[in-house]
């Protein structure tokens, strides 16, 4: 399975009072991988709404482990691997690492989506195949 990874520099911002990371960013964090995963994998995510007809991925299940927190000014990598597709879903595994430290992990579940027939709302598609066999070789481009 391909994993991409990416750094993220905690910023004074992002911290609550007691300086550490205020929980929700991760979230934040993880979305921003999840889309950033498809453009290591070779499909940003406009090309991937331009060659599919999808209008995105969004979000329908997350959830998270936290194991040590993160303050500001550390610097950390999120890898990001697709562990699952199913029809019109997929599952997506974050690791936040601070010096090969595990402090987080994000779990998620995406539908990839299209406009719904009558214009007026969005609905599931299948994944296709080509999409899918993106993240599931080492070198992926």
């Known amino acids: 399975m391909f994993t991409s990874r990416r750094t993220v520099t905690i910023e004074w911002g992002d ?14 964090w993880f979305d921003a991988s999840t889309a950033h995963h498809f453009k290591a ?6 090309e991937l709404i ?3 007809g999808v209008v995105g991925f ?22 990001t691997t697709i562990t699952r597709f199913g029809a019109s ?3 997506v595994e974050h690791r936040l690492l601070r010096d ?3 402090c987080v992990e994000g779990f998620e579940k995406r539908v990839l989506v299209k406009k719904s ?12 195949e080509k999409v899918k066999a993106r993240f599931f070789v080492s070198d992926a481009k």
Not at 68 to 73: A, C, E, N, Q, V
Request: with cysteine.
């Open 15 to 28: 911290c609550d009072p007691a300086d550490i990371v205020f929980y929700p960013n991760y979230f934040r």
């Open 58 to 79: 969004p979000m329908v299940d997350t959830q998270a482990k936290f194991h040590k927190p993160s303050r500001h000014g550390d610097e950390v990598v999120i890898e």
């Open 117 to 128: 027939e009558d214009g007026q709302g969005i609905t599931s598609c299948p994944v296709p």
């Open 89 to 91: 879903s997929f599952d």
């Open 100 to 102: 090969d430290i595990l």
């Open 41 to 46: 994998a070779g499909l940003p995510k406009p």
């Open 50 to 52: 331009r060659q599919y």
